[in-house]
């Protein structure tokens, strides 16, 4: 079985400056496809220790990723530390700096001379291209073990990973049996979703499975392993089956849907619209919305409608509503639902109005407390919750309740 | 100087089912009294693999702090790790168990028999007090090197560390100073940045001058060391100096503000009031703005005009501008600001129209097109940009870019 080992290189991630997802994030994936991740260093921008680092994982495992230490500056020593290991010299590639220099040319600029040692690569090594930034990855193979370095920053690295790594690991596990299902679910926390699985969790079971929580979505991975694949399979679909019985309409998809995109295909399939009107979440729920490419076909317009005036004059929502129930209310979220609705000629409306915090809340209304409207011409559903946490949390989840109280209503009909 | 090493235990931390903050956390702290932090290593339950860590740790550094794998469960092993790493026995000790039943009896629970374990250290290690959970932390001496081990509950971990381990820390480095300043910039690539700063990044000088890029914003971080405090501070000033010489405008905030609080700072200050008008960042720009806490001091309303028809009928974008510029146009851009701006009485509008992609692009109007306006009744100014990446990473930095130029924009009033 194919074992691996992550290391982290960065002063940054060392002073606490970044907090390092690139490793919770590589070790996710590789568990998606059935390798675990048996140990994890972090160190600073310096040769020896990077060196000591990739000795020190290789020996844990047969495939090591490295992230970070890939610029242009002096800082940045993954190069110099992968050649160090490797026994090799670092060798200019034309057609790396060819790429390197394209990425300045496209965008109208001169190549500072610095970007030069990112066209190096340890001879015998293999570059890595990126898409996004000018740093091209390393890939190299020390007798059975394979080595990658990767860029430190999150959108290069999870591109590079995606498009370049993650083939050449599969390619590795092909005799490995293992099938992954991920199941996403919405509405219940943790540990009430943990209790309800009770000894289907339990470690050293096969299918294994997993739980992972973030940004309120709580995701399962079950993870079968057995000889033949198709044996493997048939495993992890009976617990999906299991789960599924267990957690209904929790579950809002399968593999790596977000609610925005489960809420937009439906809306896509019966080619119907939506509009939002915001208050405390104040652009979030449209941007959630508008992340999924394509969104433009069921989403036209929304509104931020953040102070009272602005609710009224935007929205047309009675002052005197405001004035007698608040801004934060049931009455009042339905009236900016039903006025974003019409004004935008919509199917649906969600408006969200609460109180995000930190300041601004009252006994009565305390920080946390957000009322969601779902409206259509059919039917309003408006819900009530008080949520946990701080602003950033509060409005994240307020967001993605919203999203999911819409995915529930699109169920019913 | 005393230098630090962290290890991580926790089978949950390398399956990405945790992202490890506690590293992060323990290394801000332990920078901010000036204690580097040199390694990081993240194991399983295991306890060879939690005893190999700790040899590499305390070989590293002469402070080890471990958090993690301290609860009653039979996959806690870092007690039984510490007492063989220490070549000692574990042993009960009475006051503990009595802490640890007191926890269950206060909720009126049967402290359940597995949580015993709890009560047992190793023989000459000291338990640090948890009040919060049942884990108590250890405390042992090796010659010189201090080993601490704290629970892995960040809530637990944080408290114990503040009130036990924090003032234990600061006794040991009485002789030690450190002083950091961070300065983030805008508007110009890290290497760009590096290049600019020449010498002052070298690797080896005092102070060390680090530089760590996120969603588009470069930070430097200065630390400077010196015998003393006061020594340390005016190295670290003559280097903020120095780099505010070269970089000018574009350096935005000092320490950890956003671009968005430099910006609501500066509204607020003057009493000027915001609004924005959205087309391809379709809200992610007035998240950014409220996400401040305050904002509504500032912003009151916000347009996502994601079709032409909503350009036109929320904000007066004449027909014709599109027909003839298209929506993606500095012409609709400046219409759309001064649509908002006029709508909702503010003294600013930023209007943001462009290509996302993944799909729209076209050779004249490729995708990563944006046109950003920010307007104001005295004046407006447009810009045009193409932004590399994928739909998220040009809509995070088209918002980003976007704020920029209202920041520029406030600082030559």
């Known amino acids: 079985m194919q074992k691996a080992s992550i290391v982290s290189i960065g002063n940054e991630i060392l002073t606490g ?28 921008d310096d040769i020896d220790l990077i060196v000591r680092a990739l000795k020190l ?11 970070g230490g ?18 090799a010299e670092l060798q200019m590639e034309n057609e790396l700096l060819q790429k390197v220099q394209n990425f300045f040319i496209k965008r109208n600029l001169k190549m500072p001379e610095k970007n030069k040692i990112q066209a190096y690569i340890p001879v015998g090594a293999e570059a890595l291209s990126n898409n996004l930034g000018t740093a091209p990855g390393i890939k190299a193979k020390v007798k059975t ?4 370095a990767m860029p430190g920053v999150p959108s290069e690295m999870t591109q590079m990973f995606e498009e370049s790594v993650m083939p050449v690991l599969k390619s590795r596990i092909s005799d490995q049996a293992i099938v992954q299902i991920r199941l996403n679910c919405f509405g219940a926390g943790e540990s009430y979703i943990v209790e309800n699985l009770g000894n289907l969790m339990q470690r050293g079971r096969n299918p294994q499975i997993n739980c992972t929580v973030h940004c309120g979505v709580v995701t399962l991975t079950i993870l079968a392993e057995a000889d ?22 929790l579950i809002f998809s399968k593999g790596d849907k977000s609610l925005a995109e489960v809420v937009g295909r439906k809306l896509t399939e019966r080619k119907k619209t939506l509009t939002v009107a915001e208050s405390c979440t104040a652009g979030l729920l449209a941007k959630l919305v508008t992340d999924v490419p394509g969104s433009s076909n069921y989403f036209t317009a929304g509104w931020i409608t953040y102070s009272n005036q602005a609710k009224i004059s935007e929205l047309k929502v009675g002052a005197e509503l405001i004035g007698e129930y608040g801004a934060v209310s049931q009455q009042v979220a ?17 408006a969200v109005t609460g109180i995000a915090g930190p300041s601004g809340g009252t006994k009565q209304k305390p920080v946390g407390l957000v009322y969601i409207c779902v409206d259509s011409a059919q039917a309003a559903h408006t819900q009530r919750i008080i949520l946990p946490g701080n602003r950033n949390a509060i409005r994240t989840r307020a967001a993605q309740t919203a999203l999911n109280i819409l995915r529930l209503f699109l169920k019913k009909d």
């Open 17 to 44: 400056r970044t907090i390092d997802t690139n490793a919770a994030y590589l070790s996710g994936k590789l568990l998606s496809i059935g390798i675990p991740v048996v140990s994890s260093y972090t160190i600073g």
């Open 334 to 350: 339905e009236a900016m639902a039903q006025g974003a609705r019409k004004k935008a000629r919509a199917d649906f409306a969600i």
């Open 57 to 67: 994982a290789s020996d844990d495992a047969d495939i090591v990723l490295a992230t």
């Open 228 to 249: 033949t694949h198709s044996h493997a399979q048939q495993m992890a679909q009976k617990d999906e089956k299991l789960i599924r019985e267990k957690l209904g309409k």
């Open 145 to 148: 073990k394979l080595l990658i």
């Open 70 to 87: 890939l610029g242009p500056t002096d800082d940045d020593l993954t190069r110099q530390a992968f050649a160090k290991f490797l026994g």
